[in-house]
């Protein structure tokens, strides 16, 4: 079965310019979750689907990032203008939704702002 | 203020040893607890979980324990091999609002010696 797929796995961009990150989650799975892997502050989730709505988007860090899902097998992250403190990996996971569900995460895509 | 500690950032293993990884937890709301293991340049992969109303989990080789009294998780690996050399996170879920959120510990890179 495959799993969750994150495309691009890299992105290097120059401050000021819209970085688009995609994924694919895991079919069948309701539940999905976008994180920020930084050194300083580790693994944080930034925004949480259930069911394609968008149900906690707490953890954005600002105006600047938004991200949709459009349907049950496609998401986006996008963030517009990028700067360099935005560098990081980001990963999406997906799971199903309630009771001992496991997140299953993908690759991430590790995302350099010059 | 850090919910999931994972006070070791290493440990060193000889191979077919047993390796004993550490995490604590301060929110009593926890009521499951995962294990992940990353590889460089890949997403964290599920391991092993354990619900808050079990004290041990076993998976082949892995083993998680749950001292909810000391809000204390280890996993052991027993015999450790060298493809278990990666980084280990502990992550945690609490009961109730906002139930889908995992909180992450820093990790612990495990290294096993051939």
């Known amino acids: 079965d495959a799993g969750v797929i994150q495309s691009p796995r890299h992105e290097v961009t120059e401050m000021g310019q819209e970085v688009t990150l995609r994924c694919k989650p895991i079919?069948?799975?309701?539940?999905l979750f976008w994180y920020r892997q930084t050194m300083m502050r580790g693994l944080e989730l930034l925004i949480y689907?259930?069911?394609?709505?968008?149900?906690?988007d707490s953890g954005m860090p600002e105006d600047r990032f938004s991200a949709k899902m459009p349907n049950a097998s496609f998401s986006t992250l996008k963030i517009q203008p990028s700067e360099p403190r935005d560098s990081a990996v980001y990963f999406c996971?997906?799971?199903?939704?309630?009771?001992?569900?496991?997140?299953?995460f993908g690759d991430g895509t590790r995302l350099s702002i010059l | 203020d850090q919910q999931v500690k994972q006070n070791s950032p290493s440990l060193s293993v000889q191979e077919g040893r047993i390796s004993i990884l550490n995490c604590d937890y301060t929110?009593?709301?926890?009521?499951?607890f995962l294990w992940y293991k990353k590889y460089p340049a890949e997403g964290p992969t599920f391991l092993i979980s354990?619900?808050?109303?079990?004290d041990k989990n076993e998976d082949g080789r892995f083993t998680v324990f749950l001292n909810k009294s000391a809000k204390h998780l280890s996993l052991h690996i027993v015999p450790s091999q060298p493809g278990d050399s990666a980084v280990y996170f502990c992550?945690?879920?609490?009961?109730?609002?906002?139930?889908?959120?995992?909180?992450f510990g820093k990790g612990t890179k495990l290294s096993v010696i051939p």
């Open positions: 996971a997906s799971s199903l939704e309630g009771g001992y569900q496991p997140q299953h």
């Open positions: 079919s069948g799975h309701n539940s």
């Open positions: 689907f259930n069911n394609n709505v968008p149900i906690d």
């Open positions: 929110n009593s709301m926890f009521d499951y």
């Open positions: 354990i619900s808050s109303i079990k």
């Open positions: 992550a945690a879920r609490a009961i109730g609002a906002g139930s889908y959120q995992l909180t």
